[in-house]
């Protein structure tokens, strides 16, 4: 049962550039959150996808833009990189049929760094 | 505003040890999880637990809902319970997201 997947696993960018990170889900399920973990902070949530269309969203500038796709999984776009962007950036997968629909996997994380 | 705090925010046990950790929640809740995060960041699940009790191996957790806490036991800690464990809950009818606290780092040293 695979779990929840995320790509690249570092990324180094330069202010003012755009980035792109990807999202798989844990099979089964059909929802998808990213999140937002500053240093020494608790994550923070950007906006959560389901059914190809953005349900809910945090308090996060437009700069930080998703997708998703019809096979479920996800993209994440921050445009305009801050210095203040430098983040781990956490994907969660929920839903389906199985267990609880509320419960969230979380995927290993991209380590943005913006210079 | 909506709320999710944690204690203590650092923990020093010795190996063997038992611990409480505790989440307290500003409102009704969907969905409280436990997290540990290890040191290359990766969030494990430790329990999904809006309400009641639940144990896995050394590990177990409570909630009481109508009081608005939650509490995750740790017995005989080992070195490798080291880590942050963040209390998340879901707050209300028609939220997504999940509120973190701010986090116990517990270390467990031989």
């Known amino acids: 049962d695979a779990g929840v997947t995320q790509s690249p696993t570092h990324l180094i960018k330069t202010r003012g550039q755009q980035v792109t990170l990807r999202c798989s889900p844990k099979s089964g399920h059909d929802t998808v959150s990213w999140y937002q973990q500053a240093l020494g902070q608790g994550p923070q949530f950007i906006f959560q996808?389901?059914?190809?269309?953005?349900?809910q969203r945090g308090n996060f500038p437009d700069r930080f833009s998703g997708h998703q796709f019809p096979n479920y999984s996800s993209e994440l776009n921050v445009n305009a990189l801050l210095l203040g962007d430098s983040a781990l950036y956490l994907c969660?997968?929920?839903?389906?049929?199985?267990?609880?629909?509320?419960?969230?996997?979380f995927g290993p994380g991209t380590r943005l760094t913006v210079t | 505003g909506i709320q999710v705090e944690q204690s203590p925010p650092d923990l020093i046990l010795q190996e063997g040890a038992n611990s409480t950790l505790r989440c307290n929640f500003s409102d009704s809740v969907n969905n409280l999880q436990w997290f540990h995060q290890n040191p290359w960041g990766q969030l494990i699940n430790l329990f999904y637990i809006p309400s009641g009790t639940k144990q896995n191996g050394r590990l177990s957790a409570t909630t009481v809902a109508t009081e608005r806490y939650s509490l995750l036991y740790i017995s005989s800690s080992q070195t490798t319970d080291s880590g942050v464990y963040f209390c998340a809950v879901e707050f209300g009818a028609g939220s997504y997201q999940l509120t973190f606290g701010k986090g116990t780092k517990l270390s467990v040293i031989p």
């Open positions: 969660a997968s929920s839903g389906g049929h199985r267990g609880s629909p509320y419960e969230q996997y």
């Open positions: 996808y389901y059914e190809e269309e953005e349900r």
